[in-house]
């Protein structure tokens, strides 16, 4: 048993990072698609005629998704955008019908709830946010 506790410890907070970089590499891509037109998608506004608050949620889904990507101010980022997700699934799914699978919004409640899950965990072991703080911490060790 103590072997695989020692696996669980070892592998947790990598895991950790493999769900973030999934996470953000795959959000990045719905602020791609409304902001730039990449990847094509069924006929949908340009950014040019975009409401202002798809554009606002375009730029935090791409831009955001980066930052998670990285692992770059993931826990603060991940709160914001998991808020983002609410906000889109109310406004935009919900009125759908009460069931996720009934209004579409199946996709915004994984992501509000993986972004939330990551706005408590952090970003990981192979994250930036790790990265430079444990360079901080060692100057201040100094």
């Known amino acids: 048993m103590a072997d695989l506790n020692t696996f669980y410890a070892t592998w947790t907070p990598r895991f950790l990072s493999v769900l973030r970089i999934i996470a953000g590499f795959l959000f990045i891509w719905h602020g791609s698609q409304k902001l730039f037109g990449f990847p094509p998608a069924a006929p949908a ?9 798809i554009l606002v949620a ?5 831009f955001g ?18 808020g983002l997700m609410a906000v889109a699934y109310f406004m935009a799914h919900a009125p759908g019908g009460f069931l996720p699978l ?17 706005s408590v965990a952090g970003g990981g072991e192979w994250s930036l946010d790790r990265l430079i703080w444990t360079r901080e911490k060692l ?3 100094e």
Request: contains cysteine; proline residues 8%; charged residues 10%.
């Open 45 to 53: 506004p340009t950014s040019d005629s975009l409401p202002p608050i």
């Open 65 to 82: 998704g980066l930052l998670i990507l990285f692992g770059l101010f993931t826990r603060p980022v991940a709160f914001l955008l998991s």
């Open 102 to 118: 009934q209004n579409g919004g199946e996709t915004a409640v994984l992501y509000c709830f993986v972004f939330l899950f990551l």
């Open 139 to 141: 100057k201040l060790e």
């Open 58 to 62: 375009a730029v935090l889904e791409f």
